[in-house]
């Protein structure tokens, strides 16, 4: 420390304690009062910025001392110095028009030196005011004048200030060159030259030179590691996983950004971290997972707001805006973008208002105001024109917005300007070619569109891959299945003319095959380890306890309070959170998107096997039959709507009669018959036209078909497909390619029963199956605990659960078995190991799922396909406790007893609908005998 | 103008707790229509509580009987229809909300099914989830299962000015409409009569 700084410390040290005398006699004894007051005041701006009452208070003492001591001129400096001390500390608590009134002030006849630092001074009041261009003007005069009297390192920060007042104006070349200009002052403070990289990193983003910026952050990341700066690093952090996210780069930034929440967390900095937040929000926005994305923004606006942090306000504000849009709550949506538009108007900032713009232009669209739309979308395309993927996002929406309106001549002029190859973020470049495929198709250029659409779900599909856990690629799809729906359509209408005789059917299939059950076809191949991870985290796990002690108390039969059900709601969203936090620092499945069984193979993978895989374009629902190699495309089958409606009223009677079946056995008589008919009047719908079918058949549903019981419909004389067919159901025919790679390893057969005084035919279902399973493997009540269940489970070939099931819409990872020691949940499950395992399940719903977008269905099934089961028994609906210890009876008795393991997806499959037949006699309506179904490969 | 007859008094008259003097004044205004439609109501209640149909009042009980203004749900069908023979009060037979499961079973059912019950109709309402929406599919028939002709009325409770929506029934007395999550007011007609099915909440 040299003389003059340590006694302008030990000066500021004294000023409370000692009257202004005793400290002038004092300074007049220093090497030089001048320099020591300077030292002083600039000591005071550093310490105590963000008190202005104290700043104020010793700078007015220090100027009074500098004029009882020192020569007039000098003492004038010292009362400017004074001034512009205070400044800053007027800035820092919001004072902005007080802070440049006194550099004002503070400039009248001073030095050149003093000039340049009321100059540097005032950018940020002005710039903080919105007053972005005055702001511009004062840190390029500082500069100047800086470098006029040789003071170059306060004329590269001046310039810094430059770059970060261009950046808000949507002036990035300006900016990047202006922190160019300064790197060289900060050669020899890699700190700061770390934060002007870090700042010039953004600038190159906005120009879309991506690979400058990373190398920029990078180099800015490395020198606040080596000087211990955590929460700069943690800043560069959150920037990379921004600079990821823009890039499309969702796994790598989804870590970034949890890295740098961790980070400010450690350094307890709430506005950084809720920057980051609502920087991952957005992340989570354009993954498609809203409800958490609209958790987390409005996490962090307070804190934003409270930060005053305007521009990232602002930003928020758009991306929510964006999930209310895409969730058809435009006139919302509408409101939110209006008020973003307002912040980056007044921060001066013609970029961002752009964006505002096309999200406005999307929003209208949505109203059916097109004119109003056309004109925002064109004011966009005008203001970002110049940079090149400000353009392109601007111009993509509006190609896509013309060519739904079939506007021709725009939408080819639209597509003349946009060029994907030039960008290599994969969203926008998917969303080009989506757009370029619609505007391909809108001039009969239909090879063109067709390679396009193909393009832009390759592209997507390679995102989705690249997400670390399967509820993150289930949610990716929301906000993209316009163009599988549009793919689907051109295959179906536009069969490649070029294609082979029969070639048009397969290729409409394999587009089906797209847009279908992708994220689970990727959780079968995929490592599961992240997810096993998370689930064996320890507040997870005790988190897991509680809830399955909550859901126990759900249990008895009667409507949990509204505590319990608030607790349930707090814990499951906890654990999401947990997930989220854990998912987010797992390694991605980088390439399994990749090695899914592309659709052009999945014809031949399925070799002999017959596959009914049904679709709707529109409300045309139709169906592709698979068989020895061939596709053959069944149209027209039904209109959707109708199929909805005949399976809704086939719901209703089945719930209804379920609880008669209980409660009031004697009603069902009258509602047999009508159950019957809607069988019937689905089979005439969705089997009859399909023709003649081997006897052994894999359906694939689509949407609310998959509640549908497939083996109970009939197509003549009240006679069920149960009993001509070998029906299984499965989640595309993608899945079952890849399910019918799994074999079992040994041939060991594990029963579990949990029964209880709602239930008791559990208990006799496991004593009258008992001599099919060894002592030793069989777990009745207490002892069928989740860990030891999930023990043996690991080398079954057959695994038996008798036991309570509960499904929950709102919550479909939630659905739930009852085991000895709690309830075992969709989640729990994914942690098991089933080596192509067959497990039948006897409770009740426990095939039931949530058909989410991307025809992903969650649930139970789901989660035992991913473990590694091979084969699922379920049942649709609430199933009767006697009927099904009947049908359990029945459909072991058709097993062989030495039945060989390679055998026995075949074998369960034909027991399964020769026991639902068997029992039909005994109990004739549906309810009883027709809710099992069997899920998976078939054998 | 006489006093008016209190629900209570007609509660106690009812269950025979009232001396004879007051039996003899309830008696002398049981002509005029609001003390007998809201004896009934009583009587209905009462009943229903005696065979342990009901936990609690229906919905429409207690609005009944707290005389609580409702969107008038029976001129609409009116309007629509014609004017109706009469009005039956319906009550909960059971609701699956209340209890999910039931011995017998091997679990619950995930959609909510509700049935109601009056002295000649039935009706059953069964609400299931997609997503943020609901899709509420039901049955109106006479007692016997028979259906007959006629409409669901039903308006949103909890959203001033919302609108009376007419859905006709079908074949079968059935009908399905998509709704949000909220509560809303039912009323039905079947037949020469109208159906009060009363408030239920869509969660």
Redesign the interface.
């Known amino acids: 420390m040299s003389q003059t700084t340590s006694e302008a410390k030990r000066l500021l040290d004294e000023l409370d304690g000692r009257d202004d005398r005793a400290i002038g006699t004092w300074l007049t004894r220093s090497a030089d009062p001048a320099e020591t007051l300077r030292g002083a005041l600039a000591l005071l701006e550093r310490q105590k910025i963000g008190d202005p009452r104290a700043v104020e208070r010793d700078a007015s003492k220090l100027a009074r001392i500098a004029q009882s001591t020192l020569a007039p001129d000098a003492a004038s400096d010292i009362a400017r110095w004074a001034m512009l001390t205070r400044a800053p500390a007027l800035t820092y608590t919001n004072q902005f028009e007080k802070a440049i009134n006194l550099l004002a002030a503070a400039r009248e006849g001073a030095s050149s030196r003093i000039v340049a630092e009321a100059l540097l001074r005032e950018v940020q009041p002005l710039a903080r005011l919105g007053r972005l261009k005055e702001a511009s003007e004062s840190a390029h005069a500082a500069a100047r004048g800086f470098d006029a009297i040789g003071v170059h390192v306060q004329a590269a920060k001046a310039r810094v200030n430059a770059g970060a007042v261009e950046r808000m104006r949507g002036r990035p070349e300006a900016a990047v060159d202006a922190y160019e200009r300064a790197r060289d002052a900060f050669l020899s403070d890699p700190p700061t030259l770390a934060q002007v990289d870090s700042n010039r990193a953004f600038a190159l983003i906005d120009l879309g030179r991506f690979d400058e910026s990373e190398a920029a952050f990078h180099a800015a990341l490395s020198a606040f590691r080596d000087a211990g700066l955590g929460r700069a690093v943690a800043i560069v952090e959150g920037n990379l996983a921004d600079l990821d996210a823009r890039r499309g780069r969702v796994a790598g930034a989804l870590q970034r950004f949890e890295r740098a929440r961790q980070l400010f967390e450690q350094e307890d900095a709430p506005g950084d971290g809720a920057r980051v937040l609502a920087e991952a929000a957005e992340l989570a926005a354009g993954a498609g997972q809203w409800d958490e994305a609209a958790r987390m923004f409005d996490e962090a606006v307070p804190g934003l707001a409270a930060a005053g942090l305007r521009a990232e306000l602002a930003r928020a504000q758009l991306a929510h805006a964006t999930i209310l849009q895409r969730s058809g709550h435009e006139r919302e949506s509408i409101d939110l973008i209006t008020e973003a538009q307002q912040g980056f108007e007044s921060l001066d900032n013609p970029r961002m208002v752009a964006a505002c713009e096309v999200q406005l232009a999307e929003s209208h669209a949505g109203l059916g105001q097109h004119d109003l739309a056309r004109r925002l979308f064109d004011k966009a395309i005008a203001r970002a024109k110049g940079r090149a993927f400000d353009e392109a996002e601007a111009i993509a929406p509006a190609l896509l917005h013309a060519a739904r309106l079939e506007d021709r001549e725009r939408a080819h002029t639209l597509a003349q300007r946009l060029d994907p190859s030039r960008f290599d973020h994969p969203i926008l470049r998917a969303r080009i070619c989506f757009a370029l495929g619609l505007a391909a198709r809108l001039s009969d250029d239909l090879d063109t569109s067709r390679l396009r659409f193909r393009e832009a779900i390759a592209l997507l599909h390679g995102m989705q891959g690249a997400l670390q856990a399967d509820r993150f690629r289930v949610a990716f799809m929301r906000g993209h299945t316009d163009v599988l729906e549009r793919f689907i359509t051109l295959m179906l209408d536009h069969p490649s003319p070029a294609s082979a005789p029969g070639e048009a059917d397969r290729l409409a299939f394999e587009a089906t095959e797209l847009a279908r059950s992708r994220a689970l076809a990727i959780s079968l191949i995929a490592d599961r380890s992240d997810e096993a991870t998370a689930a064996r985290a320890d507040n997870w796990r005790a988190l897991r306890e509680e809830l399955s002690a909550l859901y126990s108390l759900t249990e008895s039969g009667e409507q949990a309070s509204a505590q319990v059900r608030a607790r349930i709601e707090v814990v499951r969203t906890t654990l999401d959170e947990i997930e989220r936090q854990t998912l987010a620092n797992a390694s991605a499945n980088g390439d399994a998107a990749g090695r899914v069984m592309p659709p052009e193979a999945v014809v031949d993978a399925l070799g002999e096997s017959c596959v009914v895989a049904y679709y709707a374009a529109g409300d045309e629902l139709f169906a592709c039959v698979v068989h020895d190699g061939r596709v053959r495309l069944q149209r027209h089958l039904a209109s959707l709507t109708r199929v909805h409606a005949i399976a809704d009223r086939l719901a209703f009677e089945i719930d209804r009669a379920a609880r008669d079946a209980v409660v009031r056995p004697a009603a069902l008589e009258r509602t047999t018959e009508r159950c019957e008919a809607l069988l019937e009047e689905l089979g005439m719908l969705l089997w009859a036209p399909l023709g003649d079918l081997p006897a052994r058949v894999t359906v694939v549903p689509y949407g609310r078909l998959h509640a549908v019981p497939w083996p109970a419909l009939s197509v003549a004389n009240n006679t069920p497909l149960a009993s001509r067919y070998s029906l299984t159901v499965a989640p595309s025919a993608t899945a079952l390619a890849e399910l019918k790679r799994r074999r079992s390893a040994g041939d060991r057969w594990t029963l579990v029963s949990v029964p209880d005084e709602r239930a008791p035919q559990l208990l006799a279902e496991a004593r009258a199956l008992a001599h099919r399973f060894s002592a030793e493997r069989t777990l009745i009540a207490e002892d069928a605990t989740l860990d030891r269940v999930r023990a043996l489970a690991a080398d079954s070939s057959l695994l038996h659960l008798a036991t309570h099931g509960v499904f929950d819409p709102s919550s479909p990872l939630e659905a739930r078995l009852k085991f000895g020691d709690r309830w075992t949940t969709a989640r729990d499950l994914l942690d098991m190991n089933l080596p192509g395992t067959v497990v039948v399940l006897t409770g009740c719903e426990t095939a039931l799922t949530d058909v989410v977008v991307g025809e992903e269905s969650i649930g139970l099934s789901r989660s035992l396909l991913a473990a590694g089961a091979s084969l699922l028994v379920m049942s649709l609906w609430p199933v009767h406790d006697t009927a099904s210890r009947r049908f359990a009876e029945e459909f072991y008795r058709r097993i062989p007893d030495d039945c060989a393991a390679r055998d026995l997806q075949r074998a369960v499959t034909k027991a399964a609908a020769e026991a639902a037949i068997a029992i039909r006699e005994e109990f004739p309506h549906p309810v009883y005998w027709a809710p099992f179904l069997t899920v998976g490969d078939g054998g | 103008m006489e006093p008016d007859v209190s629900n209570e008094a007609l509660m106690k008259f009812e269950l025979g707790e009232l001396a004879e003097s007051e039996i003899a004044a309830i008696r002398a205004r049981l002509h005029e229509p609001d003390v007998a439609t809201r004896l009934a109501h009583v009587r209905h209640l009462l009943h229903a509580m005696r065979d342990g149909r009901l936990d609690a009042p229906s919905a429409a009980s207690v609005r009944r009987l707290k005389r609580i203004p409702r969107p008038d749900l029976f001129a609409s069908l009116a309007r629509a229809l014609g004017q109706a023979a009469d009005t039956l009060i319906a009550t909960v037979a ?1 609701d ?16 909510a ?1 509700v ?1 109601y019950e009056a002295d000649s109709l039935d009706a ?1 309402i ?1 609400i ?4 943020q929406q609901r ?1 509420m ?3 109106v028939t006479r007692t016997s ?1 028979e259906p007959c002709p006629g409409a669901v009325a039903i308006v949103r409770l909890d959203e001033p000015g919302a609108s009376i929506q007419l859905i006709s029934l079908d074949d ?1 007395g ?1 009908f ?1 409409i998509d709704l949000e999550v909220g509560r809303y007011a039912l009323a039905a007609r079947c037949g020469e009569r109208d159906l009060d099915i009363g408030d239920i909440e869509i969660s």
């Open positions: 059971y699956t909300r209340l209890h999910p499961a039931v011995a017998g079973m091997r679990g619950g059912a995930s959609a099914h049935a059953h069964r299931s989830a997609e997503g899709r599919t039901g049955q299962g079968a059935m399905t």
